[in-house]
């Protein structure tokens, strides 16, 4: 984490006695349930630090990264041969995981034992969220000595919900090393920088705003000529801008050759509702299933030492892939094929068959994605008997017109799983009149004729700039995908020839 993004640990936002009272304005705390100091509310408060620390999907990688190194999976290098020593940990069975561009990554835990018809147990979930991101050129002329920043949309991230919010600059610096080679380095800003005002009602323009020329954020105000800056950037970014990228990053501004960054929401995940019964967070789309399945198999691959896993004969997977938002189709999206790379290399090591198809027919995929909970000021817009509630598990996605991929099969394994784990399943099923969003389902299901299941945690306010889920629901997730690491080998079994 860069030293200049101040947070607040995550202790500090939930710590209601800590806060200051006076008689005016009495701080009422929540409820204390039963359950304050459970296993899930803590599990809450580790997702809560997380998402404010880690804006941009660069920073979600790398902090998963770090995760996965301190509990004890080893780094696979895409770049590099495979080395003796690496086939030799993985042909012992062991926990890995290996990233791209640091915009996706896939870890898995592979038993000693592992052949090509055992399959793989996968979750994949998208780690981009709807943002804001600089134009090649963020440079535009100041207006009446206002400074603003040229940004686009990603996907929906530029429409009237990001007005009058308070964004951060953050993502990733290109930096030219000293020998000529390249960096990456990740930056945040320490407080907001940047808002899109909206035009109070009084002057009746239509509400509709133009995000070409009415949504442009403004990022400062100085009557004040600019101090010109000698930099191969300076005709497409404002000087003032790279010398404050170069401040945030601690980077001599001459060293920064180019620029992918984002504007971001700053405001903090919190707990909210009476009883603390909800959070309420920016980006949960989808940071909360990625973030989940990470400690569903982290805490699966906790039940394992190295000997059982050298005995052990199963494949377990995470993969957190970029663009979904826009369609997938980039390196590090799923079109992208990094899990068929991955799954080559594991073939290869294992001298197995070079048949990706024989691993695949074994396998489960699910598709996890964060789908709608009941809003109880729409419940017409629901179909009855298939929407979900809060704090009561994961759900499964149904449609018949194929915009996700789990079917009758699927849905009984989960079924089975759920309830040998005293876990809930519901699920969802758009009306008739309305249409579906689409997942990462569909395009795994036909690169490699696997079984896959869509399911996801459901939110309130999907593609807002904040959302809102049941705080009981990331513990219910990371359960969910723990148990079925551990059972879905077993229970498909029973499945053969279907
Ligand atoms: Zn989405
Ligand atoms: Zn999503």
């Not at 770049?79 to 996706?104: C, H, V």
């Not at 494949?315 to 992208?336: N, P």
């Not at 789908?371 to 929407?387: E, I, V």
Request: proline share 5%; hydrophobic share 40%; with cysteine.
């Amino acid at each position: 984490m860069p030293e200049t993004y101040a947070f607040i640990d995550a202790e500090d936002i939930l710590s209601w006695d800590e806060l200051s009272t006076d008689d005016e304005h009495p701080v009422i705390a929540p409820v204390q349930s039963s359950s304050q100091n459970s296993p899930s509310t803590s599990t809450c408060h580790k997702y809560l630090e997380f998402t404010d620390m880690n804006p941009t999907t660069f920073h979600v990688v790398r902090h998963f990264a770090k995760l996965l190194d301190d509990n004890g999976f080893v780094f696979i290098d895409e770049q590099e041969p495979i080395t003796p020593e690496l086939e030799a940990q993985i042909n012992a069975g062991g926990k890995f995981y290996t990233l791209r561009s640091d915009l996706t990554i896939l870890p898995f835990v592979i038993g000693g034992k592992w052949t090509a018809t055992q399959g793989v147990g996968l979750a994949g979930c998208h780690i981009d969220a709807l943002t804001a991101k600089l134009k090649p050129s963020s440079l535009k002329p100041k207006v009446d000595g206002y400074e603003l920043l040229g940004v686009t949309g990603y996907s929906g991230g530029l429409d009237h919900l990001r007005l009058d919010r308070d964004l951060g600059l953050g993502g990733a610096v290109l930096i030219r090393r000293k020998d000529g080679t390249y960096a990456r380095k990740l930056v945040t800003s320490p407080w907001p920088i940047a808002r899109v005002p909206s035009l109070a009602e009084h002057f009746g323009v239509d509400a509709k705003y133009n995000p070409e020329t009415e949504m442009v954020p403004v990022i400062g105000f100085d009557t004040e000529p600019e101090v010109p800056i000698d930099h191969p950037l300076a005709d497409r970014h404002s000087a003032k801008l790279l010398r404050y990228v170069s401040s945030i990053s601690d980077v001599p501004v001459d060293d920064i050759v180019e620029l992918e960054l984002e504007l971001y929401d700053t405001q903090k995940a919190v707990i909210g509702g009476l009883k603390g019964e909800f959070v309420f967070a920016p980006r949960l789309d989808d940071r909360l299933c990625s973030w989940a399945a990470i400690y569903g198999l982290i805490e699966y691959a906790n039940l394992y030492d190295s000997d059982s896993l050298a005995a052990h004969d199963g494949l377990s997977m995470v993969l957190l892939v970029d663009s979904e938002e826009i369609g997938s189709g980039t390196r590090t999206g799923v079109k992208g094929k990094f899990l068929n790379a991955t799954i080559d290399k594991i073939l290869v090591i294992k001298k197995q068959p070079p048949v990706q198809s024989v691993v695949f027919a074994n396998s489960i995929l699910l598709s996890a994605d964060v789908t709608h909970l009941m809003n109880p000021n729409f419940k017409s817009a629901y179909l009855d008997k298939h929407y979900p509630l809060p704090n009561t598990g994961m759900t499964i996605k149904i449609d018949a017109n194929g915009h996700v991929a789990s079917e009758y099969v699927g849905y009984n394994l989960l079924k089975t799983l759920t309830s040998q784990n005293q876990l809930k399943l519901q699920q969802f099923h758009i009306r008739n009149d309305a249409s579906s969003g689409g997942t990462i389902g569909p395009y795994l299901a036909t690169a490699t004729g696997a079984r896959v299941i869509d399911i996801g945690l459901p939110i309130l306010s999907m593609h807002s700039v904040r959302a809102m889920c049941g705080s009981e629901d990331v513990q219910n997730g990371v359960d969910f995908f723990k148990a079925f690491f551990e059972g879905w080998r077993q229970e498909y079994n029973k499945y053969r020839g279907l």
